[in-house]
């Protein structure tokens, strides 16, 4: 019996990728703790395509590729096949026989095609499909108006969701099959289809209010009856470990879900209101935080500059911006390319959002007296390399991780400022010495995150001059040049957005910008200098990019605001 030959040599052999290639994404694969495959990982690299990969599966186990653009589902096999299921699993029902069903897939997972079967009661045949053609196909074929939160909602009586209240209210829900149970986890589901980050439960005085927070905006969700908000508040506070009975205090907890074949990390938050708990769901996936820099939105010019400075030996380097603004994703992707068998990386987190193979992650817990600074008098001793500080909050925090810095170590950590120049005024407000923070900072980055226009819908945009005032250009400087926006599809759900990448502002300190540290020169003088270098702040950034047909120029003036006298 010949043996089957794997992904990297049919694409080696069909001179796709380079053996190099190959091994460096083996190597990878061995280290790293998010169980990709080699062709995820290929992928991700930017050595293939999606399709380069699923015609080598497809040649691999002599399975067929086909292109959903080209084929329409019978009516009889997408109603063999819950939406929810569907969804759930990432699959289209092509055609429906006497005891068989073949499916579009995007990855041959013999566990899920089992799966597949058992729910279905029939012989799965599988055919292979980019994921992303099969998502939008279950939109287009079930019907994009129509979440399975919605379908839930419809399936059940008034009456058989009002008998889980009280028992909901006691218990939880533990029975698996109630119909509160099934809407919470159809509620997540749901969620993580729609790539939300957060899922708000906000009870209100009429009626309970479900939000996604969807690319950074929050978008209002059909809701269930005010009536069951005691039942899914209980629910969600039996998932994630929280005293069912305290409802004076905020509580802090967390759910691990596996969800369409994705491990998640759901940290939950309690808070008592007038109108009942509100609860706030973050979803973590593991995967999100594991980009290389060049997916996060860097100019070409800026990521050169960013890598020579996180490769430096020693001093900080500062990541500034609002809660939200990918600050821990930016140092993550820094930490994962630095991270190497022969560098040891300590981190104080709180909380550690994601675990990353060969990374010494410490979660600080104030309760015991784990806090930052105490973590970090004990990595000191640990010799690394490199440290990341999750933020740092105060003098204490600041000065320690000052003199790391100036010991040898390179330090990354966040700061809560507007931009970058401020975070100088900020440590020494902090009570740092002006020469310490001048001897000590290499660099400091600004950040914030802007939504990027849905390729699907993408179409030419005529500005009106109102906004090209705003952000201090004249129509002669823009002639020639094409803006864009999204018209809305089903894909982005009608806002025009799909994805969101970062806008930066990168200062790196020099000879001129550590002598106006030194004598704690004001902000804007700082401002004024760095720009001189050539720093771009974020609004500039965020044009250039809006130039480029990635964004739009309201979403530039959102996030970074509008040209002012100082720009």
């Avoid at 990297?8 to 790293?32: D, I, N, P, W």
């Avoid at 909050?393 to 401020?422: K, M, W, Y």
């Amino acid at each position: 019996m010949a043996t089957r030959k794997t992904i990297g040599q049919l694409l080696v052999e069909k001179g796709l990728v380079e053996k190099e290639q190959v091994e460096r994404a083996l190597e990878y694969q061995q280290r790293s703790s998010d169980k990709l495959r080699l062709g995820e990982i290929l992928v991700k690299f930017g050595y293939v395509t999606e399709q380069d990969v699923l015609e080598c599966l497809g040649e691999q186990f002599d399975v067929p590729v086909v292109d959903l653009r080209d084929l329409r589902p019978e009516v009889e096999a997408v109603d063999a096949v819950p939406r929810s299921t569907a969804t759930m699993h990432n699959i289209l029902p092509l055609k429906r026989g006497a005891s068989s069903l073949t499916v579009a897939i995007g990855d041959l997972d013999l566990c899920a095609m089992d799966n597949l079967k058992f729910i279905l009661n029939m012989d799965v045949k599988p055919v292979l499909a980019p994921e992303e053609d099969i998502q939008e196909a279950i939109e287009r074929y079930y019907g994009g108006e129509e979440s399975t939160v919605d379908n839930m909602l419809r399936e059940f009586t008034e009456g058989e969701l009002a008998e889980q209240e009280d028992e909901g209210e006691q218990e939880g829900g533990d029975d698996s099959d109630a119909p509160v149970v099934r809407l919470v986890s159809l509620l997540v589901n749901d969620a993580v289809q729609a790539r939300a980050s957060d899922i708000h439960v906000e009870p209100m005085k009429e009626r309970l209010r479900i939000r996604y927070r969807i690319d950074g905006v929050c978008q209002e969700v059909e809701s269930p009856p005010k009536r069951l908000q005691n039942s899914i508040v209980a629910r969600l506070k039996l998932m994630a470990g929280m005293d069912l009975a305290e409802k004076r205090r905020p509580q802090d907890g967390r759910i691990p879900m596996r969800v369409q074949g994705r491990a998640l990390d759901l940290r939950v938050s309690d808070i008592p209101t007038t109108d009942g708990e509100s609860i706030v769901m973050r979803i973590l996936d593991k995967e999100s935080a594991k980009v290389s820099l060049a997916e996060l939105g860097f100019h070409s010019s800026d990521l050169e500059h960013f890598r020579g400075i996180i490769r430096r030996p020693n001093g900080i380097f500062l990541v500034t911006g609002p809660t939200g603004s990918g600050k821990t994703t930016t140092l993550y992707s820094a930490l994962n390319e630095l991270n190497r068998p022969d560098t040891k990386i300590i981190t104080a987190e709180d909380p550690i959002e994601y675990t990353f193979a060969g990374i010494n992650q410490s979660q600080v817990q104030t309760a015991i007296g784990r806090t930052f600074p105490a973590i970090l008098r004990a990595m000191l001793r640990q010799a690394p390399e490199i440290i990341l500080v999750g933020e740092i909050r105060d003098e204490e925090t600041a000065e320690i991780a000052i003199r790391a810095a100036l010991t040898g170590h390179l330090v990354f950590s966040t700061l809560h400022t507007n931009d970058a120049p401020s975070a100088i005024p900020r440590l020494i407000d902090m009570g740092i010495p002006p020469y310490m923070v001048a001897s000590s900072v290499q660099a400091i980055m600004a950040q914030r995150l802007v939504r990027t226009i849905c390729p699907n819908c993408k179409q030419p945009h005529d500005l009106p001059e109102r906004l090209l005032e705003a952000v201090g250009l004249t129509p002669e400087e823009v002639e020639g040049i094409t803006f864009y926006q999204g018209a809305g599809c089903n894909r982005c759900h009608g806002t025009g957005h799909y994805g969101r990448l970062g806008i930066f502002e990168l200062m790196e300190m020099n000879p001129d910008l550590r002598n106006l540290t030194f004598s704690k020169a004001p902000t804007g003088e700082i401002r004024e200098k760095a720009r001189s270098y050539g720093m771009l702040t974020l609004r500039e950034d965020g044009l250039r990019k809006a130039i480029q047909g990635i964004t739009t120029i309201e979403e530039v003036l959102r996030v970074a605001g509008a040209a002012s006298e100082e720009d």
